[in-house]
Nanobody
Framework: QVQLVESGGGLVQPGGSLRLSCVGS????SAWAMRWHRQVPGKERE???????????IYADSVRGRFAISRSNARNTVYLQMDSLKPEDTAMYYC???????????WGQGTQVTVSP
């Protein structure tokens, strides 16, 4: 049974930091690209950051230079370090595991991040 379990969300003031974690189980974690998405009510889910099996990184323009994605295959965990948080970063953050061949996605249940004074 595949599971992705996120943690680390919460309420933080503007300019603050949070570190999200996502632990995967039930699949070969090291062979899957890992991604973080976010979604606010009424808007489409957007890709925030991605890390490939080889460590290649992709960031949304809105978070580049403030967020950092990393992974530990030994711990089956992907992280999202979020610094200099802004109110517009407020969203539900979802962990996603993606296999390209065949194309397949697994999703976590999400963790809420709220940036507010």
């Amino acid at each position: 049974q595949v599971q992705l379990v996120e943690s680390g969300g919460g309420l933080v003031q503007p300019g603050g930091s949070l570190r999200l974690s996502c632990v995967g189980s039930g699949f070969n974690f090291s062979a899957w690209a890992m991604r973080w998405h976010r979604q606010v009510p009424g808007k489409e889910r957007e890709l925030v950051a991605s890390i490939s099996t080889g460590g290649s990184l992709i960031y949304a323009d809105s978070v580049r230079g403030r967020f950092a994605i990393s992974r530990s295959n030994a711990r089956n965990t992907v992280y999202l370090q979020m610094d200099s948080l802004k109110p517009e970063d407020t969203a539900m953050y979802y962990c996603n595991a993606r296999s390209s061949v065949p194309l397949r996605d697994y999703w976590g249940q999400g963790t809420q991040v709220t940036v507010s004074p």
